[in-house]
């Protein structure tokens, strides 16, 4: 009866983190979506650098690159 009575006692204690663990859940699968969306991003933006970066320079892409806006 006590051991029944202590586990009781501890399902109501732990009741509202349980309650909490969805929430945290799908907290963590969002950030990890948003990360992996900004990785493919990355990966997209390395595909355009070595794109642009095998190709000469033109006259009007180092005006930009000189003044900065090209720059980030």
Request: aromatic share 2%; proline share 6%.
């Amino acid at each position: 009866v006590a051991a029944h009575t202590e586990v009781q006692s501890r399902v109501v204690e732990l009741e509202p983190v349980a309650e909490q663990v969805p929430m945290l859940q799908a907290a963590v699968e969002e950030k990890d979506a948003s990360l992996s969306e900004r990785e493919r991003e990355l990966g997209n933006m390395r595909d355009d650098i070595d794109a642009i970066a095998s190709r000469p320079v033109t006259g009007p892409v180092f005006r930009l690159l000189v003044k900065g806006r090209l720059r980030r």
